[in-house]
């Protein structure tokens, strides 16, 4: 068996190049199409008779463009994320990793959570099956299955590894590894163990080796994560490899996710910075014992802002104050020093989001100093006014009294922050959410400061959110 794993391996390996190269020639053919339409924009522009045969071809391009393989990028257009929630949730994209927590303030992964789903998509299946060759008659008979047969484990004894590869076939493998025996789970492993490595990267076999770590012996766990040693930074950065090795770590031992995560050793930051290998670092902060990931944190050390400021770095740093507790005291100390220019970034606010939400009522404070003396200018800010709502919902009862204070106060210029901010796009969730958590006497008198706008209020379409 020895000689056949270490010849699949090679196998996996140039199959992993080949991907690289498929994904390089991809970007490389998006940029000449990106260019191509450029210079159409530009003969529309200059010659007034070209512009109709253009505009009937452009939406072909727009839908190609649509469907070009790869994570798309994040957006934060007007206030569809407010409040900062965990929207690392909500990027379940086929193509890409999971490796989501159930921590609030990622943003759109942004947006990242990818959550670990059983096939992919039948257009990701028609498109990708076409590479897996000729099926046998025995797949064949599988997918159209025209007598009912209701098939199991052994009836597909020495095809296992065409199985895992196909779509249909990987979700039956799957759904039958959850009830399967201890023999029936054997014959299985036994089959994929020689081919693990490149069903690791398989659209669909990956699936597969991910229910083995969830459902197989825990020797049989040892030995699949046996054939990841030596590979591991490719599978971290490959996006399907990283769904495998997070599960991995999630179900070795201790002993063994040490070995794993090592080779991730220098190439820490290239990893945050991955698509892919983000995931893989913020499931190794999540599950591997601190002792074993000294150099992840040691890594971080003088990045935190570039980090923070990151669409995947600012996940990791996340997880990092998260579960690392321990460790986290200089990082913090050093991001102390960029929380005024962290609130008004598209992703370094989740960061202090994160902190305000859970960090220690010392660190909470420190935040929430900075905000003093500009409630308003940065509940006007798109980014930063998450940071002032949590800041009144998050901060002690003395800090929030004191930022309801700062805004109810009549400037000495006549000007009322109070009425800028209702009929502000942004600021008026920030009085909203003053009115959700302000109590007893001060309760009162924002609503008395309130109450003479109200009328004025119906002529803004953000002041009516404040008048329901």
Known sequence: MDARVTAANAAAEQKLRLQSQQILLQQQQLLLLQQQQQQQQQQQQQSPTLQQPQAQHAPKQQHHQANKPGRSKPTHSGRHHKGGQDLSKGLAEPDQASSWSSSNGSPPNGTQRHNLREDESDADAQSTEGSHGQRSALLEDFRNNKSNKKYELKDIAGSVVEFSSDQHGSRFIQQRLETANDEEKQMVFEEIMPHALQLMTDVFGNYVIQKFFEHGQQDQKTALAKQMEGHVLSLALQMYGCRVVQKGLEHVLADQQSILVKELDGNVLKCVKDQNGNHVIQKAIECVPAEHIQFIISSF????????????????????????????????????????????????????????????????????????????????????????????????????????????????????????????????????????????????????????????????????????
């Open 301 to 468: 050390t003088g990045q935190v802002y570039s980090l923070a400021t990151h669409p995947y770095g600012c996940r990791v740093i996340q997880r990092m104050f998260e579960h690392c507790a321990d460790t986290k005291t200089p990082l913090m100390e050093e991001l102390h020093k960029y929380i005024p220019n962290l609130v008004q970034d598209q992703y370094g606010n989740y960061v202090i989001q994160h902190i305000l939400e859970r960090g220690k009522p010392s660190e909470k404070a420190l935040v929430v100093s900075k905000i003093f003396g500009q409630v308003l200018p940065l509940s006007k800010h798109k980014f930063a006014s998450n940071v002032v709502e949590k800041c009144v919902a998050y901060g002690s009862k003395l800090d929030r009294q004191k930022l309801i204070e700062e805004v109810i106060t009549t400037k000495p210029d006549g000007t009322s922050p109070l009425v800028l901010m209702m009929k502000d796009q942004f600021a008026n969730y920030v009085v909203q959410k003053m009115l959700d958590v302000v109590d007893g006497e001060q309760r009162d008198v924002l609503v008395t400061k309130i109450k003479p706008h109200l009328a004025s209020l119906k002529k803004y379409t953000y002041g009516k959110h404040l008048i329901s």
